[in-house]
T-cell receptor, first 107, second 114 residues
């Protein structure tokens, strides 16, 4: 199973773009990259998933370089409500959560 | 609101009690999961059911006993738990018919062992 490494924490101000990078050096050919958001006392919520290049949805973008050894979650114009823990997961069937990144958005 | 419903939301039990956690989904998902999450830690996978059969047990102590009576329901039976078992227990589901489908999580049961 591919291990993921993310920054433990990040601070940002409202209205800024936030980029969270995840390293997954031993990603396998069939592995997808998935990001989740978790608020206190709630279950994780799916944000975005990708295999290669760039994926965009209504809340985020996911950038994956050609070697797929890392990925970057981009949150445009964050607000206070985006304060949460963000997890990067890599795999095909079995989910192993890494430490996650605690994002704090400041007013 | 989530599409995966977990009950109860909170549970306090003694070390000699027997209790059960319940998880229900009506999305037609055929894979269901139990996770344990300690405070300020990531969720840890405990069990995976695929088409109502146990497919993964992450070496969980036998005081935790999962059960999947049908495709919509997942239970976790608890017996003789220890104080270190106090945690948030999360249930999730996903359709297993495609590789690496994103999981839908419930909001968990907060378990406290006295």
């Amino acid at each position: 199973l591919a291990k993921t490494t993310q920054p433990i924490s990040m601070d940002s101000y409202e209205g800024q773009e936030v980029n969270i990078t995840c390293s997954h050096n031993n990603i396998a050919t069939n592995d997808y990259i998935t990001w989740y958001q978790q608020f206190p006392s709630q279950g994780p919520r799916f944000i975005i998933q990708g295999y290669k290049t760039k994926v965009t949805n209504e809340v985020a973008s996911l950038f994956i370089p050609a070697d797929r050894k890392s990925s970057t979650l981009s949150l445009p114009r964050v607000s206070l409500s985006d304060t949460a823990v963000y997890y990067c997961l890599v795999g095909t069937y079995k989910y192993i959560f890494g430490t996650g990144t605690r994002l704090k958005v400041l007013a | 609101d989530t599409e995966v419903t977990q009950t109860p939301k909170h549970l306090v039990m003694g070390m000699t009690n027997k209790k059960s956690l319940k998880c229900e989904q009506h999305m037609g998902h055929r894979a269901m999961y139990w996770y344990k999450q300690k405070a300020k830690k990531p969720p840890e996978l405990m069990f995976v059911y695929s088409y109502e059969k146990l497919s993964i047990n992450e070496s969980v102590p036998s005081r935790f006993s999962p059960e999947c009576p049908n495709s919509s329901l997942l239970n976790l039976h608890l017996h003789a738990l220890q104080p270190e078992d106090s945690a948030l227990y999360l249930c999730a589901s996903s359709p297993p018919d495609r590789i690496f489908q994103p999981q839908h999580f419930g909001d968990g049961t907060r378990l406290s062992i006295l």
